[in-house]
């Protein structure tokens, strides 16, 4: 063994891109998920926070975003249209409470009808941490106490939406 290798901490972190996962804790209604991400800080904060979303956020097959506005001031508020592929429009409105460009973001987040939700608030907070690999983005969606399932079916859907962020920003840097 060398010197390097008997000095490694099994905790540091690895050179290995990290996928999307998420995590939750369905008795306090909270979603942790994370993923390396093409891209800076900055572009994955404006892919979130701009009409950019009506480009790559869309579940092929089951639903796509349009009429995306946002006022980005704290207090601010946000609105996008999802439109299901098999049925109704569902409208998706919040405010921004925090907005540390090109780091942070904490909005809030209201469906009219959401199948699982109702129109019960949750609160989205995503972090941009530069890493090897572009940006680190770690998403905190919190507000689903009482509804276990909508938390985890949220989560699987966190994982494809970061999966779908990397792609859509790894286009864009190969020029696509």
Known sequence: MSANESKKDFRDPTALKRAPKAAVDGAAGMILSYADVAGTPEQAFRALTTDEVER??????????????????????????????????????????????????????????????????????????????????????????GRKEACYGNAEIWEKVLGWLDGYLGSKQAGG
């Open 56 to 145: 790559w956020w869309k579940f092929p097959g089951v639903y796509h975003q349009k009429d995306f506005k946002a006022d980005l001031t704290v207090c601010g508020r946000w609105s996008v249209t999802v439109v299901l592929e098999n049925g109704p429009e569902v409208k998706s409105w919040g405010e921004f409470c925090e907005l540390d460009r090109p780091n942070r973001i904490v909005m809030t987040r209201r469906f009219a009808g959401h199948p699982g939700l109702g129109e019960r608030e949750t609160t989205i907070a995503y972090r941009f941490e530069p890493s090897p690999h572009g940006t680190l983005v770690t998403v905190r969606d919190e507000g689903f106490i």
